[in-house]
């Protein structure tokens, strides 16, 4: 085997498409049967839409929302908009990961569902890579790609330094009908946290928040905490009050870490969540992760037909991968902090509304250029 993808998002997913497009064995690992829902803002930037093209998935034929226009309240409701200078769309991952694995299984790509990942080990002798799988399974491969997103076990028994440190952060998420403009994606702040909402495929809309297990354990469950501090935003209050909610629980993901990653662990290389997670706010995790899947799939296939040792790809990816997304990955934790709390989202907010281009010079230190791969 060439390549196996431990994880079958975005980033594993559209790697997967890559490397086999360029005629490598690829074997992708996704734990849970497509289709399924996933924690996620569910917006990507255009930035993408060249390299998905070159890889022949485009969105268009799942018919996503167009989004054109950026809105931020604070949480008073204090509003400020803005044009979105690259635009963005829309599209849920029950639907578009599906399209993924559709298209990569069509195309001679392994994807092997339901099952799990417990161990990666390197065999300097062979200059291989063991991947162990739950039942005693084993999968030997020249490259192994982690793309299993926000956290796993794999994080322990890599022992990934970030796994060692609790974080106080989770995500919850539905899907809505609302009356909201389809082409505006908005994020609104209260105490301890902030939510989106954007359009996605026919009339539906994500809705998606973080906030603290803090606020959740002082309010007891989701629905009291939505209707005592996500309510006290009249803009979150209109959603909870009036949207048609599409299912009655939301999914919900703990332990949300945005501490450092390393790009490289014990020789896999990690791309989409795994290497890194950019802030909710900054709303450009999914095109991170995409763009993550081109770079690792270009400097596997350097190694796989013997252009780069080794030790030069591992350096060569950390290198590239600190370069595109480390500086975006700094400004998202900034400007995270500079929302959450009250007074100062309040302040932030008003200063931002008499200064337009403080409001776009933000929105470019976190999105990228449009690319091909």
Known sequence: MDVVIIGGGLAGLCAALDLRGRGY????????????????GEYISNEVLPYLAKLGASPDVLAPARISEFQLSSPAG??????????????????????????????GVQVLQGTTATAVRFEAATDEQVVELQGGQELRAR??????????????????????????????KYHLRFDQ???????????????????????????????????????????ALEKVVLARNPLLRRI????EFLYPQP????????????????????????????????????????????????????FLEGALGRAALEVAYQQEWQQLFGQRLRVGWAIQRLFG???????????LRFWPA????????????????
């Not at 908005?186 to 994500?206: M, P, R, T, V, W």
């Open 251 to 302: 999914e919900v993901i703990n332990e949300i870490s945005f501490a450092p990653k390393q790009a490289v662990e014990d020789h896999v290389l990690m791309c989409g969540d795994a290497a890194g997670l950019i802030t909710p706010l900054c709303g450009n995790g999914m095109a991170m992760a995409i763009h993550g899947a081109s770079v690792a799939a270009r400097h596997s296939a350097a």
């Open 25 to 40: 064995a690829v074997t992708v690992l996704e734990r849970r049967q497509y289709p399924f829902h996933r924690v996620c």
């Open 358 to 373: 403080g409001i776009r010079a933000l929105m470019q230190q976190t999105h990228g250029h449009a690319w091909e791969g």
């Open 78 to 107: 204090r509003v400020l908009s803005a044009p979105l200078d690259l635009g963005g769309f829309g599209i849920s991952r029950y639907v578009l990961d599906e399209h993924l694995q559709a298209l990569a299984a069509a195309r």
């Open 240 to 243: 909870l009050q009036e949207a």
């Open 341 to 351: 709390q009250p007074v100062l989202s309040e302040a932030v907010v008003s200063a």
């Open 181 to 223: 403009p389809r082409n505006l994606i908005a994020l609104h702040n209260f105490a301890d946290g902030y939510a989106g909402i954007s359009a996605i495929e026919q009339d539906k809309y994500c809705f998606c928040y973080l906030t603290t297990r803090q606020n959740l354990k002082k309010h007891g469950t989701i629905p």
């Open 143 to 172: 490259v192994v790609l982690g793309a299993y997103g926000k956290r796993s076990t794999l994080d322990r028994q890599l022992q990934r330094a970030f796994f060692q440190q609790r974080s106080p952060y989770l995500g919850v």
